[in-house]
């Protein structure tokens, strides 16, 4: 990653390769595998990471990706793509869930994942297991999805038909150009438009309080209960 440059190079040396040519990619994580590496190697100095840099948060409005929906093709993809937007799921995650394990308030506990490869996982990205709710736009998609029958062929064709879709309703606005995650993305953002808690929000979407806040920084809302959420959601 960092060749032609040697890791007994002056740190400086170091930290600017870095600051040029990783500092703010979603390969942050490298970073701290070089901290790692030079503290194996026996050096004091560590790499200056900037960790609150956050992932691009795009997302869309419920309307908003129903425009998108008119240009995609596949009534499955489009009830997908609602389902993503409407459950805050990673992809791999919708395609595990079950119809039988979705309760009547259209609440349903994630644990595992459908691999890209298409091999079940009998856990989740980050091995969280959380309970998460559909919400009420989606309820109809959703249900529908999880009534398709050969859901594997498309796990990966997924992506792609709403990349493209997405950029032809939002040409000139990258801020609307979506994939399967940025969805997820919408998700949060609706509830946060509705007054629910980053700490709520982390629950529903399977992640650590530090991660959902250095993702949505600035989203700092009081918080709630479970059923207060589904009160505001009404």
């Known amino acids: 990653m960092l060749e032609p440059l040697s890791l007994h190079a002056h740190i400086d040396d170091i930290q600017r ?4 040519r990783l500092k703010g990619t979603r390969h942050k994580r490298y970073g701290a595998r070089l901290n790692q590496l030079l503290k194996f ?18 997302w869309v409005t ?13 009534p499955v993809l489009r009830d997908l793509y609602s389902a993503l937007w409407a459950t805050g799921c990673r992809l791999g995650e919708l395609f595990a869930i079950k119809k039988e394990e979705v309760r009547a308030d259209f609440s349903f506990i994630v644990e595992r994942q459908l691999a890209y490869n298409r091999k079940p996982k009998a856990y989740t990205k980050n091995r969280r297991k959380h309970k ?9 998609a959703f249900a529908r999805w999880l009534d398709v029958e050969d859901k594997l062929k498309y796990r990966k064709r997924a992506s792609h038909p709403l990349i493209y879709a997405s950029r ?14 940025k969805l997820r993305h919408s998700f949060v953002h ?12 982390k629950d529903l979407i399977g992640d650590t309080l530090k991660t959902t806040e250095e993702t949505y920084a600035g989203w700092v809302i009081a918080d ?9 959601l009404r």
């Open 17 to 20: 390769h870095w600051d040029d």
């Open 41 to 58: 190697i026996g050096r004091a100095e560590r790499l200056s990471l900037d960790k609150r840099n956050p992932p691009e948060t795009r």
């Open 62 to 74: 419920w309307d908003e990706l129903q425009k998108i929906n008119v240009r995609v093709a596949d």
């Open 132 to 140: 998460t709710i559909v919400l009420p736009q989606g309820h109809e």
């Open 168 to 181: 032809e309703v939002f040409p000139s606005d990258p801020a609307k150009w979506m994939s399967p995650h």
């Open 190 to 201: 609706f509830l946060v438009e509705k007054g629910v808690s980053l700490h709520r929000i």
């Open 224 to 232: 709630e209960s479970l059923e207060e959420v589904f009160k505001k």
